[in-house]
């Protein structure tokens, strides 16, 4: 059993930073993906960055630029660095994993059902 751990959300004002981090704890495969992924108030979930076993990574449109994930592979820890925050980047972030496409360490996607292990959200709030 795998469970994901995350911390670092909060509250912070328009152009802002914050770093979201999400532990793996369990039996995980060294070959797998992690992402982030985030749901605001009256929209559908969005994938927001995605990083592979092998380092590739994959960004929304509306985060490029601004976000970074990176991942330390020895910790089993992703990182979300967030810069130039935005009223609109409000929401809950989730954290989750799942098994490389394939066994392909360099494949990565925001496709949230290629994920089959979550982790239980912390809060981003952005005010102007």
């Known amino acids: 059993q795998v469970q994901l751990v995350e911390s670092g959300g909060g509250s912070v004002q328009t152009g802002g930073s914050l770093r979201l981090s999400c532990a793996a704890f369990?039996?995980?495969?060294?070959?797998?993906?992690m992402g982030w992924f985030r749901h605001a108030p009256g929209k559908g979930r969005e994938g927001v960055a995605a990083i592979s076993s092998g380092g590739s990574t994959t960004y929304a449109d509306s985060v490029k630029g601004r976000f970074t994930i990176s991942q330390d592979n020895a910790k089993n820890t992703v990182y979300l660095q967030m810069n130039s925050l935005k009223p609109e980047d409000t929401a809950v972030y989730y954290c989750?994993?799942?098994?490389?496409?394939?066994?392909?360490?360099?494949?990565?996607?925001?496709?949230?059902?290629?994920?089959?292990?979550w982790g239980q959200g912390t809060q981003v709030t952005v005010s102007s």
């Open positions: 989750a994993l799942g098994p490389a496409v394939g066994g392909r360490p360099y494949y990565v996607s925001l496709d949230p059902r290629l994920y089959n292990t």
């Open positions: 369990g039996d995980i495969h060294s070959m797998r993906c």
